[in-house]
């Protein structure tokens, strides 16, 4: 098999952990893990799902910032030019499927905001808020892997985060653009790795700043 | 063949020209289009430079605003965190690579703005340049299709432009990667397009502001 | 009386009102309007109050896009460095005094965001917003003009838009940092303008769109 | 003397020194600096000039990441408007007085930028350089007060840095709009200080992290 991207240089250097972690959370909102709606229920998403709740478990409890986010507008005024027929009839802000899983949300400590395009960070204040906490690593998780997850990735290398993004907490309808989209992002931007690699850094970086 | 996308709504509603158009060149600078570099003359991009000079050939012609850029930094310290050996020792103010490939470039015209991340728009002022000339439509092109231009395309969404990527515009490395970004990107938040539909609807749109 | 600024050409050219307007409502929320606040009722913001009411009954009638925005946060760990204890403790969510005066605020109509920082457009959609609806001219309205007004005309500024500040349509505590910060402003960014002019405006501009 | 602030809690809380530093140098460019330009060689200025350069000598020996900046744009067409005739003529690429003033600027050590508002902060990759630093507080040095200093004062805010003013490293065309502009942001955002104590502070924090 052929690889003209790695014979040209890409993805030989690692990116690697950090100083201090943040999570983003990516549109965990019903609209896609509840089966009830039209975008609902992927089976790559649902495990993502899965694995968040036990990635967040544990942040939660180190103290590691985490901010979380759903999609949606007071109407299709204020939308950008989705061409996805279920977006934009349903990501209003009162319908039923806008907000975030509550099995993934914690009020209490998520920061949580209402994002209007793709990635997390544009134009809300989560990279804000991981300015003051001194994160310099950002773990991301949520879906789609080749919406969202894709922009959010790309988001978090712009403001120059160490990026690592867990492929299994990261979902999409379909395998293959899953996959595609991790190989691109894995060759450029950000570590691909997965669930137990991540609790285990993130145990190692908990017992180092308790010393 | 399967597709659980278009079953859920993806693709169904085209994103259209609007009232003024703006061209962003991404990245054909010497260490994509000149085969002298360890990232230099594929395929793919040195077609989308021979379109992208046509293109541009006409929209300076009619005044469209047009804004261009290469990649570069002061030192590593400054950059993100890049998996790509060649970016790394490459992607540097004094390089000889960096430069606009000057068969693209008219700097009595274009707006140049030397980015530091993957989109065209990330921390630059080429969102506020469209700004005060009112661009309501973005057409996308240089490379790479599933790096650079991928992440333009998102941040053109999200900044609510309409947003047009004429496919032979658009060049990667390898072939596979640059459709299955088109496909990601046409499903959701651009119109996939190509050099002489974009012409032609510059004709229309200079005819009817000439008038 | 000396001015070095006028004799160095400050403040020699107008801004002028362009094709499109949009108006920006700041911090409107009952911590400035209700007396029974630390920071509540002061004249200049109830006259500012009182004024944009009557702007914004004209606005949404000629579907003018009008943003509005109140300050809030989760909990301190969310917040920047304010230095105002009463900030630090009452701009919460779940505080009776963070909603937007509903005198002033149209669900229906306007589109509301929780900025976090003084400017309305620092990382909330609104600039967005405003791109998709063309908008080239911003109306300053609200509170403080020593404050989150003075960062609001900046940042409009900024993004290159035409801006216009009506001085009776933004309040402050005292008089004295309200005139110092039209006078900065209108020195460099903005026209200062008055309640009767910018109606008068918007009065031509309707009838010109409307023909 | 009334201060009707001070009765509301303004300034009451102390922002401090974090725990790691960046400095930015803002529009130290021959334009202000030399006084045969029209806006150039005011006395608070020069003095500012010559603090900064102190500064700057030490926080370079110490690592502290340094960003400068000057304010050019390639014709009047990418120019926000501007009120300012000086500005709208000279603050070109091409004009002998866009240059920074040598003798405050380092190539080899400080990130340079050309920035297009006010504030050294919008849309320019400043803020991405001190999140891979991890910079937590942003001094801020440079001119003038009352324009470019308050912009780039509150963006640091807003991005959540500590930020510190040091009086006597910042400086302006005339002294009223300089005092104006120190009350208004210390206030609420910002630490005003000056030199003698930002290089005890510089001191200090190099001892702790040296040893």
């Given at each position: 098999?052929?690889d003209?991207y790695a014979r040209r240089s890409y993805g030989e250097i690692e990116v690697g952990f950090g100083?201090?972690?943040?999570?983003?959370?990516?549109?965990?909102?019903?609209?896609?893990?509840?089966?009830?709606?039209?975008?609902?229920?992927?089976?790559?998403?649902?495990?993502?799902?899965?694995?968040?709740?036990?990635?967040?478990?544990?942040?939660?409890?180190?103290?590691?910032?985490?901010?979380?986010?759903?999609?949606?507008?007071?109407?299709?005024?204020?939308?950008?030019?989705?061409?996805?027929?279920?977006?934009?009839?349903?990501?209003?802000?009162?319908?039923?499927?806008?907000?975030?899983?509550?099995?993934?949300?914690?009020?209490?400590?998520?920061?949580?905001?209402?994002?209007?395009?793709?990635?997390?960070?544009?134009?809300?204040?989560?990279?804000?808020?991981?300015?003051?906490?001194?994160?310099?690593t950002?773990?991301?998780?949520?879906?789609?892997?080749?919406?969202?997850?894709?922009?959010?990735?790309?988001?978090?290398f712009?403001?120059r985060y160490r990026t690592i993004v867990?492929?299994?907490?990261?979902?999409?309808?379909?395998?293959?653009?899953?996959?595609?989209?991790?190989?691109d992002i894995g060759r450029r931007y950000v570590d691909v790795s997965?669930?137990?690699?991540?609790?285990?850094?993130?145990?190692?970086?908990?017992?180092?700043?308790?010393?």
């Amino acid at each position: 098999m052929t690889d003209d991207y790695a014979r040209r240089s890409y993805g030989e250097i690692e990116v690697g952990f950090g100083k201090k972690p943040g999570i983003v959370v990516v549109d965990f909102m019903l609209a896609f893990t509840d089966p009830a709606y039209p975008l609902g229920g992927a089976p790559l998403v649902m495990r993502a799902l899965e694995n968040t709740i036990k990635l967040l478990e544990v942040a939660r409890r180190y103290g590691v910032p985490v901010a979380t986010c759903n999609t949606a507008y007071m109407n299709e005024r204020e939308m950008p030019y989705w061409k996805i027929t279920a977006v934009r009839e349903t990501f209003r802000h009162d319908h039923p499927s806008a907000p975030i899983d509550p099995r993934v949300y914690d009020p209490d400590y998520d920061l949580a905001v209402v994002k209007k395009g793709p990635s997390i960070f544009f134009n809300t204040g989560v990279a804000d808020y991981f300015t003051k906490e001194r994160v310099d690593t950002v773990i991301v998780t949520g879906c789609n892997t080749s919406g969202c997850i894709r922009a959010t990735s790309l988001d978090s290398f712009s403001y120059r985060y160490r990026t690592i993004v867990p492929e299994d907490c990261v979902g999409d309808i379909e395998e293959q653009p899953h996959r595609d989209n991790l190989r691109d992002i894995g060759r450029r931007y950000v570590d691909v790795s997965n669930l137990d690699t991540v609790l285990a850094q993130l145990e190692t970086w908990h017992r180092q700043n308790a010393a």
